[in-house]
């Protein structure tokens, strides 16, 4: 009998020795982990002392440390630590940019959303990076963003109603998740699109930033009508690029669901009333624009009016990390004057009922096992989410910087 529990007692060793091993794999994803940590935000709410059982690629089973006493199954220590569901990031341009999906996932991002860049079905959350994309972004013939690159494979130009249609039906059939507009006549001081600053889309070798005095040609409201009909038939929502008046009246007329940026024009208090009633989501953004003279005053009132925010701070533009961004977590924070929870929230449960994946941005039983740790409580400072040194995609270590 002794030689035989010595012997489980070996086997346990060198399982918590594989385990522990830093950026180890060995974890085999079938088999049963506990991970264990002084804080476990689920996604709605933060808990002392608890753990998340994995099965299989999925939480089966979140409580505190203790009712897991008598659980057999490995078990990650990870003392006085945060963990956390993966971060999804709901404005990026990975493909597009050829931005390594792999770093992004190593920086805490376990999901991200590209809107504006080749179309594909869904894929990843397998130990891999899960993408989902808009595709090309529909706009008027020679729109932004063919005024910025000339003709280019992530645009989509539509002449009419019937173009529109068609356009939003073939994104769909090829996995559109989202279906992104462009309404965007230029000329925004600061705008990373202006031409003052470098923008993700202008490396192109066609890039045409310097031109100079610029009305680019924007949907006619039959036609974004159109696109927003189609889009809602088909269960997708609409989301514009938009950073002026003249784009947010279209947008806010034909009923558009999201704005892809926070505007960088201030915009007047009625159109920013009329976004909050007709409760459009705001996906941030807000580094990437600092340098816009309206936004700051945009979000603060926005959040006043009791408008959403969601968390994107547009991965692939040159001043935006790779991986978790947390000045944008901050300015949401500061400007938008969320509690740091909420902040969380956003960016993880909240967004995943966005995208409608069940569960997902949540450590709920049954929901996809995509988590984080970061040491330390990142409810009293954000910007440690930007070092995770434990990431899981769908149940497979990615990285594991802890030692036990
Ligand atoms: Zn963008």
Same mark, same amino acid.
């Given at each position: 009998?002794?030689?035989?529990?010595?012997?489980?007692?070996?086997?346990?060793?060198?399982?918590?020795?594989?385990?522990?091993? =830093?950026?180890?794999?060995? /974890?085999?994803?079938?088999?049963?982990?506990?991970?264990?940590?002084?804080?476990?935000?689920?996604? /709605?709410?933060?808990?002392?002392?608890?753990?998340?059982?994995?099965?299989?690629?999925?939480?089966?089973?979140?409580?505190?440390?203790? +009712?897991?006493?008598?659980?057999?199954?490995?078990?990650?220590?990870?003392?006085?630590?945060?963990?956390?569901?993966?971060?999804?990031?709901?404005?990026?341009?990975?493909?597009?940019?050829?931005?390594?999906?792999? #770093?992004?996932?190593?920086?805490?991002?376990?999901?991200?959303?590209?809107?504006?860049?080749?179309?594909?079905?869904?894929?990843? $959350?397998?130990?891999?990076?899960?993408?989902?994309?808009?595709?090309?972004?529909?706009?008027?013939?020679?729109?932004?963003?063919?005024?910025?690159? $000339?003709? #280019?494979?992530?645009?989509? =130009?539509?002449?009419?109603?019937?173009?529109?249609?068609?356009?939003?039906?073939?994104?769909?059939?090829?996995?559109?998740?989202?279906?992104?507009?462009?309404?965007?006549?230029?000329?925004?001081?600061?705008?990373?699109?202006?031409?003052?600053?470098?923008?993700?889309?202008?490396?192109?070798?066609?890039?045409?930033?310097?031109?100079?005095?610029?009305?680019?040609?924007?949907?006619?409201?039959?036609?974004?009508?159109?696109?927003?009909?189609?889009?809602?038939?088909?269960?997708?929502?609409?989301?514009?690029?938009?950073?002026?008046?003249?784009?947010?009246?279209?947008?806010?007329?034909?009923?558009?669901?999201?704005?892809?940026?926070?505007?960088?024009?201030?915009?007047?208090?009625?159109?920013?009333?009329?976004? +909050?009633?007709?409760?459009?989501?705001?996906?941030?953004?807000?580094?990437?624009?600092?340098?816009?003279?309206?936004?700051?005053?945009?979000?603060?009132?926005?959040?006043?009016?009791?408008?959403?925010?969601?968390?994107?701070?547009?991965?692939?533009?040159?001043?935006?990390?790779?991986?978790?961004? $947390?000045?944008?977590?901050?300015?949401?924070?500061?400007?938008?004057?969320?509690? =740091?929870?909420?902040?969380?929230?956003?960016? #993880?449960?909240?967004?995943?009922?966005?995208?409608?994946?069940?569960?997902?941005?949540?450590?709920?039983?049954?929901?996809?096992?995509?988590?984080?740790?970061?040491?330390?409580?990142?409810?009293?400072?954000?910007?440690?989410?930007?070092? =995770?040194?434990?990431?899981?995609?769908? $149940?497979?270590?990615?990285?594991?910087?802890?030692?036990?």
């Amino acid at each position: 009998m002794k030689s035989q529990s010595s012997l489980k007692h070996c086997y346990r060793l060198l399982l918590v020795l594989l385990l522990t091993l =830093p950026g180890s794999v060995a /974890y085999a994803h079938d088999r049963n982990l506990l991970i264990a940590a002084a804080r476990v935000f689920d996604g /709605y709410t933060l808990r002392s002392d608890a753990a998340v059982l994995i099965s299989e690629g999925k939480v089966v089973r979140i409580d505190s440390r203790e +009712a897991f006493n008598d659980s057999d199954a490995p078990r990650l220590e990870l003392g006085d630590a945060t963990l956390l569901p993966g971060f999804i990031e709901l404005h990026a341009h990975l493909s597009y940019q050829h931005v390594p999906a792999d #770093t992004v996932l190593r920086h805490g991002i376990t999901t991200v959303r590209d809107v504006g860049g080749p179309l594909h079905q869904p894929y990843g $959350g397998d130990g891999s990076l899960r993408l989902m994309t808009s595709g090309p972004i529909i706009t008027a013939p020679a729109g932004y963003p063919i005024s910025n690159l $000339g003709e #280019t494979d992530i645009a989509m =130009p539509v002449a009419d109603a019937q173009q529109a249609r068609q356009a939003v039906r073939k994104l769909v059939a090829g996995g559109a998740v989202v279906i992104k507009v462009a309404l965007e006549p230029g000329g925004e001081a600061g705008a990373p699109w202006s031409g003052g600053h470098t923008h993700a889309h202008s490396h192109a070798p066609h890039s045409k930033t310097h031109d100079k005095p610029r009305s680019w040609p924007m949907l006619a409201p039959a036609v974004l009508a159109a696109i927003v009909d189609e889009a809602h038939l088909l269960g997708r929502r609409v989301a514009a690029h938009l950073a002026e008046p003249k784009g947010a009246q279209l947008a806010l007329d034909a009923g558009v669901d999201e704005w892809a940026h926070a505007p960088c024009d201030s915009l007047p208090d009625a159109q920013l009333q009329r976004a +909050a009633a007709q409760q459009v989501r705001i996906v941030g953004t807000i580094d990437t624009l600092s340098k816009c003279p309206g936004v700051s005053s945009n979000v603060r009132r926005l959040a006043e009016l009791g408008a959403e925010f969601l968390y994107g701070a547009e991965i692939a533009h040159p001043d935006i990390p790779w991986g978790i961004d $947390g000045q944008e977590l901050l300015y949401l924070q500061h400007l938008a004057g969320m509690a =740091p929870l909420d902040v969380l929230r956003t960016a #993880t449960a909240k967004a995943g009922q966005y995208l409608n994946v069940p569960l997902l941005g949540s450590l709920l039983p049954g929901a996809p096992a995509d988590l984080i740790a970061v040491r330390g409580d990142p409810t009293q400072k954000l910007k440690l989410l930007e070092y =995770p040194d434990l990431v899981m995609s769908g $149940g497979k270590l990615i990285i594991n910087y802890f030692e036990n």
